[in-house]
């Protein structure tokens, strides 16, 4: 009989997505996912190997490959985040001049600069590379996780701590979990999320993009966004989840959200937010904020989470989850 994994006291919800559900007639589904890998080790350099796809389904049930993408970035993780290496497909000459940069604070506005047109397109090369900055922090888990088992622990600038500000989110609540093991032990306490169940259902090999199991200390963001038209406009339904693979091989969930929206000529008309995953008992307090996107076209939605989606009253995941769905008129004309 196996013995159940000890769980952290004051741990968030535990009640990961099972499957995936069926393509609807008439959609169009997004999955992505960027590995954090450190084949290396811990000490090591960081590699992101993202991937994304577009699969249109007509009303038979054909499909069609509307776009595809793949990244792979070499970060220098312990000294700032630099992005040492980047390829991609499809490749664009401006993206090298990212290069020598940190994928920390700034990221974003380097991109945009970089190939000022990547964002407009709405294609799932820009949703890779807008996920660097917090696949970077995402991924300093598996460092504090390797602390925890008494092997060499990195406090430098660019190290694990980086990003570890009170009050930035839910999660961060000054005398909330968190920051109170922060305070009383000098490190953050390790979070000790639910095995993951597996997301690609076996019924319907297109359902995801193909990507390859993850070894022992690595970590994935995965996300699917469905659209697809109903009763109400478009219908949005969204799938988030970070996930880490414990040195058993065992997969667990770190954070993992749904959303389900609907648009109306460019304009979320609803947006709810529901908790799946979430590491400590503070962080559902970010919930809320998804609703108050509701009345905001879809093209403005990653520069006002950017400008108001900050403190306490949010979650930088679910942010992430949330920014997303700027895409989404990429699809519609489709």
Known sequence: MTRPRPLHPRHGIHEPTMGTPPRAPGSVRRTTTIDMLR?????????????????????????????????????????????????TDPGLRGLAGLVGATVGSGFRRRLDTAEPGLAGSGGPLYQLLDDFPVAALVSGHAVGAAAARDEPLDTSPGGHRLGLVADQCAGFVTDGTLMSGLVETGRPPIVTGPDAPPLPDPADPLGWHLYAPLPPHSMRRARRIDVAPG??????????????VLPNGTETVIHEYTVAAEARDGVLSRCEATARVLPWTECPGALASARRLAGTPLADLRARIRAEFTG??????????LRALQDVPFFLPR
């Not at 595809?68 to 700032?80: I, P």
């Not at 009763?231 to 880490?244: E, H, K, M, Q």
């Not at 306490?312 to 989850?321: A, E, I, M, V, W």
């Open 312 to 321: 306490t009253s949010t979650c930088t995941h679910l942010n992430d989850t």
């Open 231 to 244: 009763p109400g406009g478009t219908a949005i339904d969204v799938l988030f989840r970070d996930s880490y």
């Open 39 to 87: 084949p290396a080790g811990i000490d090591g350099t960081l590699l992101l190997i993202g991937k994304g796809r577009d699969l249109a389904t007509n009303g038979s049930g054909g499909t069609e490959t509307r776009a595809e993408a793949e990244v792979r970035a070499d970060v220098d993780y312990h000294d700032g985040w630099l992005l040492t290496g980047l390829s």
